[in-house]
């Protein structure tokens, strides 16, 4: 199984609406550039937290819900940083397991996310970017997100792309580990 990553939607969005996507594009681009990694990283964290406050209505997304937690997330290198400050020692371990695998599927405690604790998510402040605009809507389908209605946020998933594109993308378990070896 594969889930639709930032900018799988984002592409989506700019056949729905390609002057839109295009502009808002150009604008988060233009904004981004010129800025180190890590300020860039923090910028954008930012404005995709005020732009991601509220999850959308039809959300069905609730504390505790944890099908999203069960698949590969794309990270770049500063936001791996900011993350590994809540890595816990016995974290090394599970990133180590990971470390070649390529079959991720819901639900398999291979493919958890290693900030998954007792069935929530342990940094919910500090989640990766892309963890922030995924959001359920049919709970019946909850845990295969490409049956499902996934709704878009366009600033944000804009944002998001823009800053992707100008960043070395990872899986957050590679650059993780990564981070930690260093």
Same mark, same amino acid.
């Given at each position: ?56 209505? +039809? ?17 770049? $290198? ?44 342990? $940094? ?13 809507? +049919? ?10 209605? $996934? ?5 944000? +998933?804009? #944002? ?5 594109? #100008? ?11 990564? $981070?930690?070896? +260093?």
């Amino acid at each position: 199984m594969r889930v639709c990553d930032v900018t799988d939607r984002f592409r989506h969005l700019a056949k729905l609406n390609p002057v839109m996507a295009q502009n808002c594009f150009a604008l988060d681009l233009n904004w981004l550039r010129g800025m180190n990694p890590k300020d860039a990283y923090e910028a954008v964290r930012a404005r995709i937290a005020q732009l991601t406050s509220n999850a959308p209505p +039809e959300a069905v997304c609730k504390s505790g819900c944890n099908a999203c937690c069960y698949q590969a997330v794309t990270v770049t $290198i500063e936001e791996a940083k900011h993350l590994a400050r809540h890595l816990k020692p016995g974290d090394i371990e599970q990133l180590q397991a990971q470390k070649n695998f390529s079959d991720w599927e819901p639900f398999d405690e291979r493919s958890r996310c290693v900030f998954l604790r007792d069935g929530k998510c342990s $940094i919910y402040k500090d989640r990766p970017l892309s963890c922030r605009l995924v959001y359920g809507t +049919e709970p019946d389908k909850c845990g295969y997100p490409l049956e499902q209605k $996934i709704p878009v946020k366009p600033r944000a +998933e804009s #944002l998001l792309s823009a800053y992707w594109s #100008l960043s070395y993308l990872k899986p957050m378990h590679q650059a993780l580990l990564e $981070i930690i070896q +260093e």
